[in-house]
């Protein structure tokens, strides 16, 4: 519990009043709905511009599209081979007999290319991990975040930042007679 107050203060400090209190109802209308859904939304925030935007998980994809080219099936089966015990030189000939050399070569140049372009961190296996935990804290009891990918500055080296936003702590009523 702790670590979610650290996180709750994390990303109210880069915020303005006004983003917080978007953010808050936000929050208060996630608590009111069950279970996962491809309309739950995702935030992205400009921190250089203090722009926020909601997006539905559904469009994370389109709106911030991952890197996948390490996923390419050419380098899959190329570390696959790698990890069977293949010599580097034995694994690539491997590749190029089942997908061809050219296949093969454009792979590799658009992996490099994504590598040299630089996407902030935003891999596939990020999107994919980004959307499991989202569904876990859905699915779980107990109050629901929002997460919230604060974007790196255009031309950095920087990794895009996730938060969870989560509601605030409910204070406890006292009555005193």
Same mark, same amino acid.
């Given at each position: ?29 996630? =608590?009111?709905?069950? *279970? &996962?859904?491809? %309309? +739950?939304?995702?935030? @992205? $925030? #400009?921190?250089?511009?203090?722009? /926020? ?63 040299? =372009?630089?996407?902030? *961190? &935003?891999?596939? %296996? +990020?999107?994919?991990? @980004? $959307? #499991?935990?989202?569904?876990?804290? /859905? ?39």
């Amino acid at each position: 519990m702790a670590d979610r107050a650290a996180t709750a203060s994390a990303w109210r400090q880069l915020l303005t009043p006004a983003l917080r209190q978007r953010i808050e109802q936000l929050l208060e209308a996630q =608590q009111s709905q069950r *279970g &996962w859904g491809a %309309e +739950r939304p995702v935030l @992205l $925030l #400009e921190r250089c511009w203090l722009r /926020l935007k909601t997006v539905p998980v559904a469009q994370l994809a389109v709106a911030l599209p991952p890197d996948s080219s390490a996923e390419a099936p050419e380098l899959s089966r190329f570390r696959q081979l790698r990890a069977e015990g293949f010599e580097g030189l034995a694994a690539q000939e491997q590749c190029w007999r089942e997908f061809g050399r050219e296949a093969c070569s454009e792979a590799l140049r658009r992996f490099w290319r994504a590598q040299e =372009q630089g996407n902030h *961190g &935003w891999t596939f %296996e +990020r999107y994919l991990e @980004l $959307l #499991e935990h989202y569904r876990r804290h /859905l699915e779980a009891e107990g109050p629901r975040p929002v997460p919230l990918l604060v974007l790196a500055r255009q031309g950095s080296g920087a990794p895009h930042d996730l938060h969870w936003c989560w509601p605030a702590p409910q204070s406890i009523g006292h009555t005193f007679s």
